[in-house]
């Protein structure tokens, strides 16, 4: 894809719809993900997504590993913890939760970043909304979700938070696709013993691995893929107020493919968290620029 662009159009519309398919991908993929849950188990499921993602990737970026730094291997190892953690959580909330509900509580981590890094009063007024959003989410009863599942993904959250720093770090020190190949493959090598603890004799069925496979590349490659390549033309507010869409995004599709019906007070939810996360997103960009200025 060249840099070069029509008169007319922006080069920046091109990154914006692979971040969009991205998202798309992603919640396809988790969809058919929670249909395989009996079979193979949520860590099973993490496995089989990582190490699909890590072959394909391999095989598309055939990295490189000479000529980096200690602290670039560094980054790529924790990128990878990061990756296995970030799945692992999210899938183990995904058993338990409504995916929309999932992803709405998940995008809570990249939002309490973009919250601190405003470093505004106006902040909080996007936190208190994003507070209520997550009050409505519950419906007006918290009790009727699952508490382990709730904790499962706010850890997925603070986990997505890392990715955004990790991903951004290792695409700045790696070239194209090198350092998620390498990190995808240091998150399927932590995620290989719980996967098959998980999964056991299912990872013996042709029918369960291509549907792993499927996953993989809907959830992992494709989404991720995109979004690196994204991140190095588009700015990192703009980046993340698409990413902020997840959750509508989420809903949709465990409506279409999970029948997962959600009442209105649970959609108002996760359109104030929406609204939360774009609001603060658009502090910070504005705080950034405010501080890059020079002092007449």
């Not at 690196?228 to 465990?254: D, H, K, Q």
Request: contains cysteine; aromatic residues 8%; glycine residues 10%.
């Amino acid at each position: 894809m060249s840099g070069g662009g029509r008169s007319g159009t922006s080069p920046a519309s091109p990154a914006i719809l692979l971040v969009i398919a991205g998202l798309a991908c992603q919640e396809v993929g988790a969809s058919i993900a929670v249909l395989l849950f009996p079979q193979v188990g949520p860590l099973g499921m993490v496995m089989l997504r990582l190490v699909f993602s890590a072959v394909v990737l391999l095989l598309i970026a055939r990295p490189r590993v000479r000529g980096h730094s200690r602290a670039d291997w560094t980054a790529v190892a924790l990128f990878g913890l990061v990756l296995a953690l970030m799945n692992g959580l999210f899938y183990l909330a995904l058993e338990r939760l409504p995916l929309g509900v999932t992803v709405t509580i998940e995008v809570l981590g990249p939002l309490v970043l973009s919250i601190v890094a405003a470093r505004r009063a106006s902040a909080w007024l996007w936190a208190l909304l994003a507070l209520a959003g997550v009050v409505a989410l519950g419906g007006g009863g918290w009790d009727r979700l699952d508490p382990l599942g709730v904790l499962f993904a706010l850890g997925a959250a603070g986990s997505w938070a890392f990715y955004i720093l990790s991903s951004a770090r290792v695409g700045r020190a790696f070239p194209k696709l090198d350092g998620l190949a390498l990190a995808m493959t240091v998150g399927a090598v932590i995620a290989l013993p719980f996967g098959i603890a998980d999964a056991g004799a299912a990872l013996l069925r042709i029918e369960i691995v291509a549907l792993g496979a499927a996953v993989a590349v809907l959830s992992s490659t494709i989404p991720y893929a995109f979004e690196l390549i994204a991140l190095r033309r588009l700015p990192a507010a703009v980046f993340a107020i698409l990413m902020s869409l997840a959750p509508a995004t989420a809903a949709l599709a465990g409506f279409i493919f999970l029948g997962q019906h959600m009442t209105w007070l649970e959609i108002l939810g996760i359109a104030l968290v929406i609204a939360a996360s774009i609001g603060a997103i658009r502090s910070s960009a504005r705080a950034a620029r405010e501080a890059a200025e020079p002092i007449a």
